[in-house]
Each structure stands twice: as C-alpha cells, then as structure tokens.
C-alpha cells in the first residue's frame, strides 16, 4: 500500500518535471471549462437582442475575467488553456455554433498557451495578454454569421420575428466583424484586470508579479 502510494507521488512529480500534464491539471481545465460554459452561455443568451448577437463575446470576455485570470494562476503546464479553448467551442459546436469555433478555439488557446510560457506562467502582464489573446476564439462562433449575411439572419424570422432580423441585418458586415474583435480584446483586458485587482491576495501567493 505505501510503496503504491509512494509511487504514485513519485510519478506525478516527474510529471510535473518534465512538463507533462497530470490528472489534476485535466480536472482543473474540466471545471473552468465548465464555468466558461456557463457565463457563455448566458451571454449568448442576450443575442435575443440583435446587437447582442453581435456582441456577446464582449460580454463574455468581461464577465469570463475573474475566472479566466484565476484559471491562469492554476496553468503550470504547456497546453492546458489550448484544451480548454478547443474543448468550450467542441460543446458549442454540438449545440449548433459551427465548427469554426474549433479552428478559432484551437489557433486562439494555442497562441495563448505560448504568451504564458513565454512569462514562465508567473507574468501578471503576461496572463493579461494571454486572456485577451485566448478571448479572440469566440469571434470564430460568429463566422456562419458574417459569412452568410443576410441570407444566416433570414434564417431567424420566423422564429424571432421582421423586426429582429431587419435589425440583424443592418448590423451584420465585415466592418462590424472587426470592430466586434477589437472590442473584444478590450474588455477581455478590463475583465482581466477586474480579475487581477479581485484575486490580488492569490497572486501574491502564487508568487505572480
């Protein structure tokens, strides 16, 4: 019994040596990947208003900050926030958001992963970028929108009605695509130091400067 248990604390500090990710770091991303869902979600879910279909992933870049940053000071290992970008738009992609989110999530949690091993994961500065960086993905759930134009937005009118989607598309244009990502990468840095003020005790502990 003891030498199992001996083992198994020797194999997951040669895990954590060599920078391979443990069980516990799996957990980790599993349950903030379900947080992100949620607060995804019910952004998404003021879309019932045509400029929030727009912009809720400003919305969730500010809301998504205080558990995002604090994801962030959990990461000691390369990967773990491209997994949990990949996985959020894998369960959004089952619920009818399109694949591109896939392709957003992974290029967008990939880069991410690289800003905060370039800060060696203790880089406040670093993990503010990495979360306005990571919060980019989103935009890829919006793609079938911008590409599809008026004829994604007609799609809608016999559920939400004339008026929501003459509204819709007005809004819907490359032009705005753009500015939706610049926004985006605004409020995910406001977000995220909402989280660092917030958290500013675990970061202490954490030895984050």
Known sequence: MNTAVKEV???TTENEESGKMTVKDLITVGIFTVIY?????ISAMTGMVPVMAIFYPVLIALLAGIP????YTKVKKFGMVTIMATLSAVLLALMGYGYMGIITGLVFGLIADLILKSGKYKSAAKMVLGYAVFSEWVIGTQLPMFIGGNAYAEAFRQ???DEFVDELEKLISWGMCGIVVVTTFVAAIIGAYIGKAVLKKHFERAGII
């Open 9 to 11: 604390r020797i194999n």
């Open 159 to 161: 559920t939400q009605g």
């Open 68 to 71: 995002c940053i604090l994801f």
């Open 37 to 41: 869902f949620v607060i995804f979600f």
